[in-house]
């Protein structure tokens, strides 16, 4: 089955961008690896920013990308918000009807 | 809108039992997978167990084989969560959220309850 690494930390100010990096793990390199990211502030509902490693549902900001490039897949975050400060979290298939989630990165807007 | 509504969240004594239940509305539930994730501050999310859109097939994390057990009621939208032999690493959020099993392509998570927190603590 597959883990999913995420750096525990990540910082800028405003108006910069961070990138989120997610690496997956895994004893079995087949098979797709489909990503999504969720934003999560403490005390609501983690929300979907990106799914399928790229795509955006309606209603985030276009500041807001995925990409993906073999077994990493990336979180990057353009114009640095306050509101953007949060924790963040990459998920994915681990095989066998089993979703993982990887540890969480804790955003810091300077 | 989509909804989902999670209850029976509290305070358990380890070893005992619990059952959480999910209300959902504004979709065609009977067409999509529901799930449990729950979040902790040591481990962050995890997830939890999902059943598929039929009630068919339903999977769970490594540590909660054998004590939880998933199921749904389509005709009345709601998914329960029953989990036994309780233990203290039990202790989290635990969100309901739509998410794959689905009989339509939906690969992510999607929307999330606001969550309902169990306390496991003698």
């Known amino acids: 089955q597959s883990a999913l690494t995420q750096p525990p930390s990540a910082s800028g100010s405003p108006g910069q961008s961070v990138t989120i990096s997610c690496t997956r793990t895994?004893?079995?390199?087949?098979?797709?690896?489909?990503v999504s990211w969720y934003q999560h502030h403490p005390g609501k509902a983690p929300k979907v920013m990106i799914y399928?490693?790229?795509k955006r549902p309606s209603g985030v900001p276009d500041r807001f990308s995925g990409s993906k490039s073999g077994n990493m897949a990336s979180l990057t975050v353009s114009g640095l918000q306050a509101e953007d400060e949060a924790d963040y979290y990459c998920?994915?298939?681990?095989?066998?009807?089993?979703?993982?989630f990887g540890g969480g990165t804790k955003l810091t807007v300077l | 809108q989509v909804q989902l509504v999670e209850s029976g969240g509290g305070v358990v004594q380890p070893g005992r039992s619990l059952g959480l239940s999910c209300a959902a509305s504004?979709?065609?539930?009977?067409?999509?997978?529901i799930h449990w994730v729950r979040q902790t501050p040591d481990k962050g999310l995890e997830w939890v167990a999902g059943?598929?859109?039929?009630?068919?097939?339903?999977y769970y994390g490594d540590s909660m084989k054998g004590r939880f057990a998933i199921s749904r009621d389509n005709s009345r939208n709601t998914v329960h969560l029953q989990m036994n032999s309780l233990r203290v690493e039990d202790t989290a959020v635990y969100y309901c959220?739509?998410?794959?099993?689905?009989?339509?392509?939906?690969?992510?998570?999607?929307?999330w309850g606001q969550g309902t927190l169990v306390t496991v603590s003698s």
């Open positions: 504004g979709f065609t539930f009977g067409t999509y997978g």
């Open positions: 998920s994915s298939s681990a095989g066998n009807n089993n979703w993982v």
């Open positions: 059943v598929s859109y039929d009630g068919n097939n339903k």
């Open positions: 959220v739509r998410g794959p099993l689905s009989n339509v392509w939906y690969s992510h998570f999607d929307p």
């Open positions: 399928e490693v790229n």
């Open positions: 895994s004893s079995d390199v087949g098979g797709s690896f489909f």
